[in-house]
């Protein structure tokens, strides 16, 4: 079956400017969550979903922000872009629980110029 | 909350040897233990987890032991590759809430 996908896979953005990432999870996982990952940094954990709902929140301002759909579709958002928020975005989905096994799509490689 | 520590964050080995990646967490009621492979420009893969009611899983080179008095669980890579060079992370989880994540191992093969 298919895996996560994330779209797109690249993306420049000038600071300043709003971005909007998407992830489809493997089909029939209903727990959608969202990582940061700078360049030697480890996996920081933005938010997760599940039916809809926000069901856990990292340490990130409120400038990122997601949403998940009814077939468990998520994005996460960024408003007002800055120089830091360059990194690897990626999405993980698990079949209930986030704190289970949890597969990883591809990611989205954010720069900001 | 919970917190993982792991070590060593570069680990280099000749082809052919075994590497082993050690990780602590301090929460006891932790009960999911993965691992995941992540090579460059890639997503993390999962490669193998333990949970709290097994002390050790093997699967092909790859192995996971877990010692849950003094809370700790490593991975051992036996007849190392190549294609085993790649940064490793450990998490852990008590199941209801997010995986918490160590920094991860830079695992280098040397020819």
């Known amino acids: 079956k298919a895996g996560v996908t994330q779209t797109p896979r690249y993306l420049i953005k000038t600071r300043g400017q709003q971005v909007t990432l998407s992830c489809s999870p493997i089909?029939?996982?209903?727990?959608v969550s969202w990582y940061q990952q700078t360049p030697g940094q480890g996996l920081q954990f933005l938010f997760e979903?599940?039916?809809?709902?926000?069901?856990n929140k990292g340490n990130f301002p409120g400038r990122f922000s997601g949403r998940q759909f009814s077939n468990s579709r998520s994005e996460m958002n960024v408003s007002t872009l800055e120089l830091g928020d360059s990194a690897l975005y990626l999405c993980?989905?698990?079949?209930?629980?986030?704190?289970?096994?949890?597969?990883f799509g591809q990611g989205t490689r954010l720069t900001v110029v | 909350g919970e917190n993982v520590e792991q070590h060593p964050s570069t680990l280099s080995v000749q082809e052919g040897d075994s590497a082993v990646i050690k990780c602590t967490y301090s929460?006891?009621?932790?009960?999911?233990f993965p691992w995941y492979k992540q090579e460059l420009g890639k997503g993390p893969q999962l490669i193998i987890d333990?949970?709290?009611n097994v002390g050790e899983k093997k699967d092909q080179r790859i192995a996971v032991t877990l010692n849950k008095t003094a809370k700790h669980f490593s991975l051992h890579i036996t007849e190392t590759q190549p294609e085993d060079s790649a940064v490793y992370f450990c998490?852990?989880?008590?199941?209801?809430?997010?995986?918490?994540w160590g920094a991860g191992t830079k695992l280098i093969i040397k020819p």
């Open positions: 993980a989905s698990s079949l209930d629980r986030a704190g289970t096994e949890a597969f």
């Open positions: 089909s029939g996982h209903r727990s």
């Open positions: 979903y599940f039916s809809e709902t926000q069901r």
């Open positions: 929460d006891s009621a932790s009960n999911y």
């Open positions: 333990i949970r709290s």
């Open positions: 998490a852990a989880s008590s199941g209801n809430y997010q995986l918490i």
